[in-house]
């Protein structure tokens, strides 16, 4: 019986409510929430304003629920006092984008100042040393490769237009034997979540799988039956998102010394045959390779004596 598992469904076009902006915000510390208002244009606040939002300690949850009245009385001018409140309530109207709703690479590659609708433009990102040299022997990859024996013989050949459920069958063994492989060559513990939520300041959704370091993410996988330059740009959205999750985390969090504290995060986006890596840092984003990665699931592997064997 095989031990290694696929969840039923690992598609984030699933229709649900969407969160609004004011479930992101009610969970800022004052500074956080002063960062966003600077950045929103149409406020135009003055220092003066934003002094007083510092001294009366003005966190997030507090943000959403205030008035008119309490602004004046922290000698708030009438200009700020009537755009913040009405600001502040307009958040809960802001409904947050579905990662599904990214259709065009194009699009997400403008905020990197990348102008082509191409895999190709993404810069390549540089892997300074193989880390860990994975061998025939190695019972990870003896156990996957029995997994996928089982699911050759039972499933025969994957093909582009097989089902959904059957390709992540493949997919779901190779990440399982990655984090095996990687924790026991790191002595990290890792961990994945499927179906993990994540919810960003402008994007929210479920990814199809989510990798942790402890408490961080660490990589973000999509799953994809084809539309590949599709799946990169939830991919980004998805990266973009993991990233202001994590960072909230270590401001929240004393346990964070300088060495755990990085800026980057990885992506995965596969159709299980095909298979691309992302680099994201803020600002920036990076391939493996223009290539993908190829890994060919023939029934004709069963053979030894074929040449897919």
Known sequence: MSEISSPTSTSTTATEDSPTLAHVVKRWKTKELIDFLRKEEDLDLSETAIKILEKEEINGRA???????????????????????????DLSKRKLRAY?????????????????DGTESIPLFKIAKVTCEIQDSDKHFAHCMAEIMVRLKNYGSLAVDNLEAMRNEYVVAILHTALNIARDDTQKEFSMRPQYEIVGNESTGRVDYAIKDAEDLICITEDKQHQIPMGMAQNIRQLESSYETNKKKRKASDTFGDNDDFDYLYGVVTTGRDWFFLLYSPGEISQGSILPYTIEFAKDALNEESEEY
């Open 63 to 89: 943000f959403l629920k205030i008035t008119k009245e309490e602004l004046r009385d922290y000698g708030m001018p009438g200009g700020p006092t009537l755009n913040l409140a009405d600001f502040a309530k």
């Open 100 to 116: 599904s709703s990214y259709k065009s690479l194009k699009d997400v590659l403008r905020k990197f100042g990348l102008d082509n």
